[in-house]
């Protein structure tokens, strides 16, 4: 017989105990409502795709980072990463029929081979949301709208969560002014989006293993410390791009001040986004105690689905993910209730009452109740304290002269105060709580 241990749970992948489940179950359907609440259609697709895909939007490194395997019919296929290169093969097929701005979202569950830690494991379920088809600034403040939506849904507040707004246009456009060649702009905004983690010196010294001059290292330096809109315009207000750049950051930040979410968005000159096919305003959500890993991640993205053989169409989304969320959610003593918990438990005297306590039952969860009783032959107290561990509200009591007369005797399991009642009444709704 094999060792329980040969059996453990993967590195990086979790169980969901019921408790567990109801937190997930409770974050999937806030998602759910808010996208809804947004106008947007829930769509999916399968957990395993071809692996080029994934090579195709972000280079030959993400195999290192998925799991993948070659078929049974010899085609490279991969578990499912991130579900944007999925959406981008359905519109590339769909899109050109289809009325535009497309809204879809979807819940998949995905996978990443990579060291696990606090915020950050093998598989976790994603809020995906995008709009396809609307180049306009207001579409990239929908979409950031729904993501600081879903998180205030969940109880957090602004004293809880910020959103950091930046816009790669921008960075460009200041990596030009300040004279960094057009081949090192990939190692820069790369530099740039580790810059919080790896600090001051060690970003210094990544710029300058990229062979900028001292006055633009310097520039960019001095950026990563102060990188405010007001220095900014102080910096490089003499070019149009920066200019234009920051003219569609003030548009998405007054958009998302009309629909009263402005005290949630802050501009942060550090946040790039490390994927290179983002193509214009970035996002990222976080925790103000700056505790975890990002909540959310997303922007605009203008040529994924001609990656994939698509019509050209302009795109902006984001990606949330559970694992992070749910820390946070546990931190803030936000999570649901998850006591056992049921609206009656059904006591039947002796076994002559076992059928019609079990006609009962069913007749009240087919009136929407939840009821329970015990599976074994027990006397009446035994009964009563299962029902109490149970957490039941009430118990339904029936005995030979409740059954003669179509009653029960309900029993109110907090208050202790109970009355009999006509099954006709309590299957109406009447007198449930005596």
Same mark, same amino acid.
Request: glycine fraction near 12%; charged fraction near 30%.
């Given at each position: 017989?094999?060792?329980?241990?040969?059996?453990?749970?993967?590195?990086?992948?979790?169980?969901?105990?019921?408790?567990?489940?109801?937190?997930?179950?409770?974050?999937?359907?806030?998602?759910?409502?808010?996208?809804?609440?947004?106008?947007?259609?829930?769509?999916?697709?399968?957990?395993?795709?071809?692996?080029?895909?994934?090579?195709?939007?972000?280079? /030959?490194? #993400?195999? /290192?980072?998925?799991?993948?395997?070659?078929?049974?019919?010899?085609?490279?296929?991969?578990?499912?990463?991130?579900?944007?290169?999925?959406?981008?093969?359905?519109?590339?097929? &769909?899109?050109?029929?289809?009325?535009?701005?497309?809204?879809?979202?979807?819940?998949?569950? +995905?996978?990443?081979?990579?060291?696990?830690?606090?915020?950050?494991? &093998?598989?976790?379920?994603?809020?995906?949301?995008? #709009?396809?088809?609307?180049?306009?600034?207001?579409?990239?403040?929908?979409?950031?709208?729904?993501?600081?939506?879903?998180?205030?849904?969940?109880?957090?507040?602004?004293?809880?969560?910020?959103?950091?707004?930046?816009?790669?246009?921008?960075?460009?456009?200041?990596?030009?002014?300040?004279?960094?060649?057009?081949? @090192?702009?990939?190692?820069?905004?790369?530099?740039?989006?580790?810059?919080?983690?790896?600090?001051?010196?060690?970003? @210094?010294?990544? +710029? =300058?293993?990229?062979? +900028?001059?001292?006055?633009?290292?310097?520039?960019?330096?001095?950026?990563?410390?102060?990188?405010? *809109?007001?220095? $900014? %315009?102080?910096?490089?207000?003499?070019?149009?791009?920066?200019?234009?750049?920051?003219?569609?950051?003030?548009?998405?930040?007054?958009?998302?001040?009309?629909?009263?979410?402005?005290?949630?968005?802050?501009?942060?000159?550090?946040?790039?986004?490390?994927?290179?096919?983002?193509?214009?305003?970035?996002?990222?959500?976080?925790? *103000? %105690? %700056?505790?975890?890993?990002?909540?959310?991640?997303?922007?605009?993205?203008?040529? $994924?689905?001609?990656?994939?053989?698509?019509?050209?169409?302009?795109?902006?989304?984001?990606?949330?993910?559970?694992?992070?969320?749910?820390?946070?959610?546990?931190?803030?003593?936000?999570?649901? /209730?998850?006591?056992?918990?049921?609206?009656?438990?059904?006591?039947?005297?002796?076994?002559?009452?076992?059928?019609?306590?079990?006609?009962?039952?069913? @007749?009240?969860?087919?009136?929407?109740?939840?009821?329970?009783?015990?599976?074994?032959?027990?006397?009446?107290?035994?009964?009563?304290?299962?029902?109490?561990?149970?957490? %039941?509200? @009430?118990?339904?009591? #029936?005995?030979?002269?409740?059954? =003669?007369?179509?009653?029960?005797?309900?029993?109110?399991?907090?208050?202790?105060?109970?009355?009999?009642?006509? #099954?006709?009444?309590?299957?109406?709704?009447?007198?449930?709580?005596?």
């Amino acid at each position: 017989m094999p060792a329980a241990d040969s059996f453990a749970r993967l590195p990086g992948f979790r169980d969901f105990a019921p408790g567990d489940l109801a937190l997930r179950n409770h974050i999937v359907d806030a998602w759910r409502r808010v996208a809804r609440g947004y106008g947007f259609q829930e769509y999916d697709g399968p957990p395993l795709e071809p692996l080029g895909l994934y090579v195709e939007k972000s280079g /030959e490194e #993400i195999v /290192e980072q998925v799991y993948n395997f070659r078929d049974k019919g010899g085609r490279e296929v991969a578990l499912r990463p991130e579900m944007t290169p999925t959406l981008a093969r359905m519109l590339a097929e &769909r899109s050109r029929g289809m009325p535009k701005p497309i809204r879809w979202f979807s819940m998949p569950q +995905l996978f990443r081979y990579e060291r696990s830690q606090r915020g950050r494991l &093998r598989e976790h379920f994603q809020l995906n949301v995008d #709009i396809v088809g609307e180049a306009g600034v207001s579409a990239d403040a929908e979409v950031l709208a729904v993501a600081i939506d879903a998180v205030r849904a969940l109880g957090l507040g602004e004293n809880d969560f910020v959103a950091r707004v930046n816009d790669r246009r921008l960075v460009t456009a200041v990596l030009d002014a300040t004279g960094v060649a057009p081949g @090192r702009h990939a190692g820069c905004l790369a530099a740039i989006d580790r810059a919080g983690r790896a600090g001051p010196e060690r970003t @210094r010294e990544d +710029l =300058a293993a990229l062979g +900028l001059s001292p006055r633009a290292a310097a520039t960019l330096g001095e950026l990563l410390a102060d990188g405010s *809109r007001d220095h $900014l %315009a102080d910096r490089f207000g003499d070019s149009a791009q920066v200019r234009e750049a920051m003219r569609r950051l003030d548009e998405h930040r007054s958009i998302l001040e009309a629909m009263g979410l402005g005290a949630w968005v802050r501009f942060d000159f550090t946040v790039v986004r490390g994927l290179a096919y983002y193509t214009g305003i970035v996002f990222e959500l976080f925790d *103000r %105690a %700056a505790e975890l890993r990002a909540i959310c991640g997303g922007g605009r993205y203008d040529r $994924l689905l001609e990656l994939v053989g698509g019509e050209p169409l302009p795109a902006a989304g984001f990606g949330m993910g559970d694992v992070v969320l749910g820390e946070l959610l546990r931190d803030r003593g936000l999570g649901p /209730e998850t006591d056992v918990s049921c609206d009656f438990f059904v006591v039947w005297v002796g076994p002559e009452q076992r059928n019609p306590g079990l006609e009962l039952s069913r @007749r009240l969860r087919e009136a929407g109740h939840s009821v329970m009783y015990s599976l074994k032959s027990h006397g009446v107290g035994k009964q009563l304290k299962a029902a109490s561990r149970a957490g %039941a509200g @009430r118990a339904v009591i #029936i005995g030979p002269e409740e059954e =003669a007369a179509a009653s029960a005797t309900v029993r109110d399991l907090e208050t202790g105060r109970q009355e009999t009642r006509s #099954i006709a009444s309590l299957l109406d709704g009447e007198g449930a709580n005596p």
